[in-house]
Structure formats: structure tokens, C-alpha cells
């Protein structure tokens, strides 16, 4: 009998002694999971916290605060087609506000670009004003630069009796008036050659009251340098080095060439990286593309912009991607009007291998980043059957 209370004895010692352990192995096994769980810092929650939660955000950011306006700014160096690009927008219809090269007068003084921009997207001419010379008089200056006219401007309140609106502006400009047709307008679109670096966007990104969107536009740094011998004085070297057939490679344009697309390359990879900041909100566009494709490529444009792509839009880019202006118009390097699926070849029958080949050398990082292959001979170059044009995988 004693036996028997034994053994009862024993079995419950031994169930509290395993009800024991198995409290404390839960408690060591809670304190291991939170010890091996990532808990937020505050770096991290600056970062990448989750997809999910992270694109809700994104999603409410892109939509909230703007009141239903996009702002859109195309970035681009000299003769990469901003022109052409931009006026995908500028003839979108009577609820879009454009404006083609506002920094123009702010040459030499990129540390107020930020502020000019954030003032022109807010319909505010004011910063701007600072920078025209002659200073406009009561808010009217003879004529806003430009080698494509806004739309918007040329149009009422602003265009009135005793204004003259050409295809490049409208003179004389009563800032005023402008500010107040860019107020009535739904969207609002920048195009600027001058900005060099997207870091210095990020305040007027993250601007509760923009929903900005940025559009990189790049192109074959050969090709542009084959339209800059043609347009810009600045380049005369380049086309007395063609026909002497030697580049000196040490020489301060070569060097200066080199920096501008280092420059390009840095500020892509900016964008391209995603960071937080600029995710969902920022387009790498090729030229070429654009000029092989540029229906498709309007409507992903558009479709990045958040805008509705309009019937008026559509026709313009139908008339003008299918003719070739005269060649010797003298506005024939800044007319828009051009057949498309030949333009993107067409550097190729006028640069000299050795100037591509210099371009190649100091250009090769930025070139290979956009997809542009590199040639090894001149036969290669002008062998329209051999494509330069890699596909764009973007990281």
C-alpha cells in the first residue's frame, strides 16, 4: 500500500517538476524570439520597413495633398530630344500648364534651381522675376525664353489685346496673368536642361503640396555630341579635331565631356537605386527609344504621370514623328517635327570612328549603365544592320 502512495507521489513530483520546465523553456524560447526579431530603429523606419506597408504609403503620399495636380519636371542635357519629349505635354490640352526652360536665366547660379522650381510649380513667378534682365516692370517682361511656346501662355487671360504669341513665345509677358492661367490649370509640367543632380529635388519631392514626378531623359553621348558640333559654337573644336581625324585625349573638352556624363551616370543611378524618397516618382527614358517607339513610350509617360493621355496629345505626336522639316531651315536643329525611326541612326553616318571612340573612352561607365554598345571599327559604326541599342534592364 505504502508502495502504491509511493508511486502516486513520485508521478506528481515529476508532473510539476515538467510543468516547471516547460514554463521556463516558453519564457527562454519568448526571450529568443524577441531577441532575434528585428524591432524598428529609427533608422529603420526611415528605410524599407516592408513592401506592403511601404507601397500603402507610397500610395497614399503619391495621392494625398496635391489636391488631384501632377507636376511633372523633365530632366535632360542639351540635345537628348527634351524638346520633343516635352511637347508630349505641352499639347496635351487646355488643362496643362508647360513651360520650357524656366532656369534659362538662372545660368551659373544652380543654388537657387530648387527654390525657382518649387515657386513655378506653385504657379509663383516671383523667384523667377529675381533673375530676368531686364528685372520685368509691374510683372511684365518682353518675352519669356523659350524656343517652343507654352500653350498655356498663348492662350486668354493671358494672350490679350496688344500681345503677339509665335511658336516660340508670347511677347510681351504679363507674369501676373501667367501665374493666374498656371493656378487654373490641372497639371503643371517643367522642362529643364540645367539641373544636374537628383538629390537636390528631394525637398520639392517630398513637398506636401507637389506631387512631383521626374522624368531623366538620356541619350547616346555620341550621338549627342554629333548634334552639339552641329548647333553650338562651343564645339568647334570637336568638328576641327573630326576632320584632322585625332582627338587630343588630354584635352580640357574631352575632360569636360567626361564629367558631364559622370555627372548624368551618378544622378541615374540616384533614381534608379529607388530610394524611399523618390520611389514610384522617377523615370529613366531613353531617346532612342522614344524615337522608335514614341506612341508606346507616350502612353507609359503618361501612365507614369498619373495624366490621362489626351486625343489632342495623340494627333500631335501622329503629325510629327511621320516628317522631316527642310534641312536648310535654319531652325531645323530645334524643330520637333521629325521622322522618328530615322533620327536615332542618323549620328552614325556623320561622326568620325575616332571621335566615337574618344567618346567611347571617357563615356564607357555611363554608356554601358543606358544600354548603348560600343563599336570597334568604323565598318561596324555605319552598319545600320548592327544595333547600338541594348536592352535597358533597369536595376
Not at 524656366?102 to 504657379?123: I, N, R
Not at 496688344?162 to 498656371?182: E, F, H, I
Not at 552639339?228 to 570637336?238: A, E, G, T
Amino acid at each position: 500500500m505504502k508502495t502504491k502512495y509511493a508511486i502516486i507521489f513520485i508521478c506528481i513530483v515529476a508532473l510539476v517538476i515538467i510543468e516547471q520546465e516547460t514554463n521556463i523553456l516558453s519564457r527562454v524560447s519568448d526571450e529568443l524570439i524577441q531577441r532575434v526579431t528585428p524591432h524598428p530603429t529609427p533608422q529603420t523606419q526611415q528605410g524599407l520597413p516592408s513592401e506592403e506597408p511601404e507601397e500603402e504609403e507610397d500610395i497614399m503620399d503619391a495621392n494625398s495633398h496635391s489636391g488631384g495636380h501632377k507636376h511633372i519636371l523633365i530632366l535632360a542635357s542639351t540635345r537628348t530630344g527634351s524638346s520633343f519629349v516635352g511637347e508630349f505635354f505641352n499639347q496635351h490640352g487646355d488643362n496643362m500648364f508647360y513651360l520650357y526652360e524656366p532656369l534659362w536665366y538662372l545660368q551659373g547660379l544652380a543654388g537657387f534651381h530648387k527654390d525657382v522650381l518649387q515657386g513655378l510649380f506653385l504657379c509663383d513667378f516671383t523667384p523667377l522675376e529675381e533673375f530676368i534682365s531686364p528685372r520685368p516692370l509691374n510683372h511684365v517682361t518682353p518675352t519669356l525664353y523659350a524656343r517652343h511656346a507654352s500653350a498655356a501662355l498663348c492662350k486668354k487671360p493671358v494672350c490679350t489685346p496688344g500681345v503677339k504669341c509665335t511658336t516660340t513665345s508670347c511677347r510681351p509677358l504679363n507674369l501676373t496673368l501667367a501665374s493666374q492661367s498656371c493656378l487654373t490649370k490641372e497639371h503643371r509640367v517643367i522642362k529643364t536642361v540645367r539641373v544636374r543632380q537628383l538629390d537636390i529635388l528631394r525637398p520639392l519631392v517630398e513637398d506636401p503640396r507637389l506631387d512631383l514626378r521626374v522624368i531623366q531623359l538620356v541619350r547616346d553621348p555620341r550621338a549627342m555630341l554629333a548634334s552639339r558640333m552641329v548647333v553650338f559654337p562651343f564645339f568647334q573644336k570637336w568638328k576641327t579635331w573630326a576632320r584632322q581625324g585625332k582627338v587630343p585625349e588630354d584635352d580640357e573638352q574631352v575632360k569636360w565631356l567626361k564629367g558631364e556624363c559622370d555627372s548624368v551616370r551618378m544622378s541615374a543611378m540616384v533614381g534608379l537605386s529607388r530610394p524611399r524618397w523618390l520611389r514610384r516618382r522617377y523615370m529613366l527614358l531613353r531617346y532612342e527609344d522614344v524615337t522608335r517607339y514614341p506612341m508606346q513610350k507616350a502612353e507609359e509617360i503618361y501612365s507614369f504621370a498619373g495624366i490621362p493621355f489626351s486625343s489632342q496629345a495623340r494627333e500631335w505626336i501622329l503629325r510629327n514623328t511621320q516628317t522631316t522639316p527642310a534641312n536648310n531651315d535654319p531652325l531645323y536643329p530645334w524643330k520637333t517635327n521629325r521622322n522618328s525611326l530615322e533620327q536615332a541612326d542618323k549620328w552614325r553616318f556623320s561622326l568620325p570612328y575616332e571621335v566615337a571612340r574618344v567618346v567611347q573612352m571617357v563615356c564607357g561607365p555611363t554608356m554601358e549603365l543606358f544600354g548603348y554598345s560600343l563599336v570597334d571599327d568604323e565598318k561596324t559604326l555605319v552598319n545600320r544592320s548592327v544595333s547600338l541599342l541594348d536592352p535597358l534592364y533597369l536595376i
